[in-house]
C-alpha cells in the first residue's frame, strides 16, 4: 500500500522561502514518480512538479523557483520553494503514480495535503 505524508506548509512572507517533505516507504520511492501539486481555494488543481529517478519536471509558474530533491537517508521527497509568491498560496498535494507520464493529469496515489499561506 503506498502511503505519502506531507509536512513543511506554514505562513511564509511574499519573498520568503519554505521546504515542504513528502514521506515514504524506500519501495514507494524506488518504484513510483513522486508527484506534487497544488489547489488554491476556487481553482482547479495544479501540477507543481514529477520526480522519477533523474528525470525532474515542473510546472511552467514554478520553474526556477521551485526545486524538487529525494533524501534517501530520509525516504523523503523534498520541495524546495524559494521566492514565494501571494499567488502561490494553496493545499500542497503528495502523489505517487508509476510514470511522469501524462503526470499533469492526476497521479494514483495521494497524501492529504499540506496548508502553504504567502502573505504579509
Known amino acids: 500500500q503506498v502511503q505519502l505524508v506531507e509536512s513543511g506548509g506554514g505562513l511564509v512572507q511574499p519573498g520568503g522561502s519554505l521546504r515542504l517533505s513528502c514521506a515514504a516507504s524506500?519501495?514507494?520511492?524506488?518504484?513510483?514518480?513522486i508527484g506534487w501539486f497544488r489547489q488554491a481555494p476556487g481553482k482547479e488543481r495544479e501540477g507543481v512538479s514529477c520526480?522519477?529517478?533523474?528525470?525532474?519536471y515542473y510546472g511552467p509558474s514554478v520553474k526556477g523557483r521551485f526545486t524538487a530533491a529525494r533524501d534517501n537517508a530520509e525516504n523523503t521527497v523534498y520541495l524546495q520553494m524559494n521566492s514565494l509568491e501571494p499567488e502561490d498560496t494553496a493545499v500542497y498535494y503528495c502523489?505517487?503514480?508509476?510514470?511522469?507520464?501524462?503526470?499533469?493529469?492526476?497521479?494514483?496515489?495521494w497524501g492529504k495535503g499540506t496548508l502553504v499561506t504567502v502573505s504579509s
Open positions: 502523489a505517487a503514480d508509476p510514470s511522469c507520464t501524462a503526470w499533469q493529469l492526476g497521479m494514483k496515489f
Open positions: 524506500a519501495s514507494t520511492l524506488d518504484n513510483y514518480a
Open positions: 520526480f522519477h529517478g533523474r528525470d525532474i
